[in-house]
Structure formats: structure tokens, C-alpha cells
């Protein structure tokens, strides 16, 4: 799956010379949590939240709220912003932009085709891209099966449940341990007992099942 499959398109934006206030009223009016710092279309920074809280004067200050607040008006987007930005194109696999994401330690990528901001990717993205693949919601059975880790095996398991009439909506293979790996299988259909005792006749182990009514 690719990042332009899930990011979020014409994000909100901040001007680097806009004031923090105006930052942080862009972020309270439409409930995120960082903005793309840009100039013209081109992306400068990146502005969040904890940037803002830590740009903030101190409970601790003797400053008086009046003072701390008319501080923190005259401070500048520029001032305050994480740059250069790390960014990603959107032709991009989610996988990379989760890796750049836990590497950085940052919770958004902006999404850059040339020199110009086309949307944002952020963690919940990557969360909701996880629990589709998964197919964690979607009507039917969910299996988890440990399988022996060899050649032809993945082959047996499908053509089990092909045998039985059953279509496999999602499919996630983890390696476990030694010579075992754990398969999740999402199967369209909610009467699997048949399709399970075959499986254990194979050699698998059904290690637990979830079935969606809706």
C-alpha cells in the first residue's frame, strides 16, 4: 500500500511568519496536532503541539499571564518550527513512511511530490492502514494459525479453504519462532469448523479465532 492510498490530501498549513497564537488556533479549530510550516507551496517545517508547549514560558516563570501571553504572541512560526522538515513522496510505501516516522521519533510526515505539499501521512493514518489490512472489522472469521515455516505450506492452507468454498478477504504472515510462523487469515465466511479441522489435519494450529456479525 502506498502513502498517497491514505494520507490525508490539502492539509492545513501555517505560514512561517504567522504567530504562534495563529498556529495554535489553526490546530484547536480543526483538532490536529501539527501543521506543515509552508512558503508558497513549498514545505519549510514542521510545527506541532509539543513545539509550541515547549516554546511556552514556564508554570515556574515569575512572568505574569499578561506578560507570558503577549510573549508568546510576538513569537514567530519560524522561530518555534522543526526544520528542515522530514518528508516523503507519496509513491512511498506505508511501510517506509512507519520506519522514517519510528525513527525520527515524530508523529507526521508531510508529503511532498517535487518542491510542492500535496497531504500529510500521521500515525493514526498508519494505525487505521494496520487494522484495514488486517481486516480486523470486516465481516466473516478471523484466524490465527501457526503453521510449519516451510515451502508449500502457505499453498496447503489456501487450498483448504478454497476446497471448502471459503475467500480469503486478508492475509498476514509473521515469522515466529524456530520453524513456525504465524499466519492471520481473514476469511468471508462466519462457519469455519469444517475449514479448522482440515487445518488441523494439515499439521496447523488454530491459535484464536474472532468472528465479526457485522
Same mark, same amino acid.
Do not use: W
Given at each position: 500500500?502506498?502513502?498517497?492510498?491514505?494520507?490525508?490530501?490539502?492539509?492545513?498549513?501555517?505560514?512561517?511568519?504567522? $504567530?504562534?497564537?495563529? %498556529?495554535? !488556533?489553526?490546530?484547536?479549530?480543526?483538532?490536529?496536532?501539527?501543521?506543515?510550516?509552508?512558503?508558497?507551496?513549498?514545505?519549510?517545517?514542521?510545527?506541532?503541539?509539543?513545539?509550541?508547549? %515547549?516554546? !511556552?514560558? $514556564?508554570?515556574?516563570?515569575?512572568? !505574569?499571564?499578561?506578560?507570558?501571553?503577549?510573549?508568546?504572541?510576538?513569537?514567530?512560526?519560524?522561530?518555534?518550527?522543526?526544520?528542515?522538515?522530514?518528508?516523503?513522496?507519496?509513491? %512511498?510505501?506505508?511501510?517506509?513512511?512507519?520506519?522514517?516516522?519510528?525513527?525520527?521519533?515524530?508523529?507526521?510526515?508531510?508529503?511532498?511530490?517535487?518542491?510542492?505539499?500535496?497531504?500529510?501521512?500521521?500515525? !493514526?493514518?498508519?494505525?487505521?492502514?494496520?487494522?484495514?489490512?488486517?481486516?480486523?472489522?470486516?465481516?466473516?472469521?478471523?484466524?490465527?494459525?501457526?503453521?510449519?515455516?516451510?515451502?508449500?505450506?502457505?499453498?496447503?492452507?489456501?487450498?483448504?479453504?478454497?476446497?471448502?468454498?471459503?475467500?480469503?478477504?486478508?492475509?498476514?504472515?509473521?515469522?515466529?519462532?524456530?520453524?513456525?510462523?504465524?499466519?492471520?487469515?481473514?476469511?468471508?465466511?462466519?462457519?469455519?469448523?469444517?475449514?479448522?479441522?482440515?487445518?488441523?489435519?494439515?499439521?496447523?494450529?488454530?491459535?484464536?479465532?474472532?468472528?465479526?456479525?457485522?
Amino acid at each position: 500500500m502506498f502513502v498517497k492510498q491514505r494520507m490525508t490530501a490539502n492539509p492545513y498549513t501555517v505560514a512561517p511568519d504567522r $504567530s504562534i497564537p495563529d %498556529a495554535q !488556533s489553526v490546530m484547536d479549530e480543526h483538532g490536529v496536532r501539527h501543521l506543515p510550516v509552508v512558503e508558497g507551496s513549498r514545505v519549510v517545517g514542521v510545527i506541532s503541539r509539543n513545539d509550541i508547549a %515547549a516554546a !511556552s514560558p $514556564s508554570k515556574a516563570t515569575t512572568l !505574569s499571564a499578561q506578560e507570558a501571553t503577549y510573549l508568546i504572541s510576538k513569537l514567530k512560526v519560524a522561530k518555534v518550527m522543526s526544520c528542515p522538515p522530514v518528508v516523503i513522496a507519496p509513491d %512511498a510505501l506505508l511501510e517506509e513512511a512507519a520506519t522514517i516516522m519510528r525513527d525520527a521519533k515524530i508523529e507526521m510526515l508531510p508529503v511532498v511530490s517535487g518542491d510542492e505539499l500535496v497531504g500529510v501521512i500521521t500515525e !493514526s493514518d498508519l494505525l487505521d492502514a494496520f487494522i484495514d489490512i488486517l481486516g480486523f472489522r470486516d465481516h466473516g472469521t478471523r484466524l490465527t494459525i501457526e503453521a510449519k515455516d516451510e515451502p508449500g505450506g502457505l499453498s496447503r492452507l489456501t487450498g483448504i479453504t478454497a476446497a471448502h468454498q471459503a475467500n480469503i478477504q486478508h492475509l498476514a504472515v509473521h515469522r515466529g519462532n524456530l520453524d513456525t510462523s504465524v499466519v492471520v487469515v481473514g476469511l468471508n465466511s462466519r462457519n469455519t469448523e469444517a475449514i479448522e479441522a482440515d487445518l488441523a489435519a494439515a499439521g496447523m494450529r488454530i491459535i484464536a479465532r474472532r468472528i465479526n456479525a457485522d
